[in-house]
């Protein structure tokens, strides 16, 4: 089984800054891209950042330049530093995986179970 569990969530106000971290751990072979996305209630769930296993990068238009993504992959954990945060930057965060948990078994995807970010002054 398979757990990532994400911390770091809060309240900060605009302008401030938070480090979200998500930890996976459980049966894991290897993993391979991991990603944050951000959901409001009542919209669809948005890509925030990516980043592959050779530490490529990839950011949503509204935050490149504010946040950066980046992992340890000795650890599973993947991290998402968000600087100069705005109001429209608060919703719940969630991190995802896609890896296996055998040699030869299949590419699955896991989510966590989200972080709440607030940003308000």
């Known amino acids: 089984q398979v757990q990532l569990v994400e911390s770091g969530g809060g309240l900060v106000q605009p302008g401030g800054s938070l480090r979200l971290s998500c930890a996976a751990s459980g049966s894991i072979f290897r993993i391979y891209g991991m990603g944050w996305h951000r959901q409001v209630p009542g919209k669809q769930r948005e890509l925030v950042a990516v980043i592959s296993s050779d530490g490529s990068t990839n950011y949503a238009d509204s935050v490149k330049g504010r946040f950066t993504i980046s992992r340890d992959n000795a650890n599973n954990t993947v991290y998402l530093q968000m600087n100069n945060l705005k109001p429209e930057d608060t919703a719940a965060y969630y991190c995802?995986?896609?890896?296996?948990?055998?040699?030869?078994?299949?590419?699955?995807?896991?989510w966590g179970q989200g972080t709440q970010v607030t940003v308000s002054s």
């Open positions: 995802n995986a896609d890896l296996r948990t055998r040699s030869l078994g299949p590419k699955l995807n896991y």
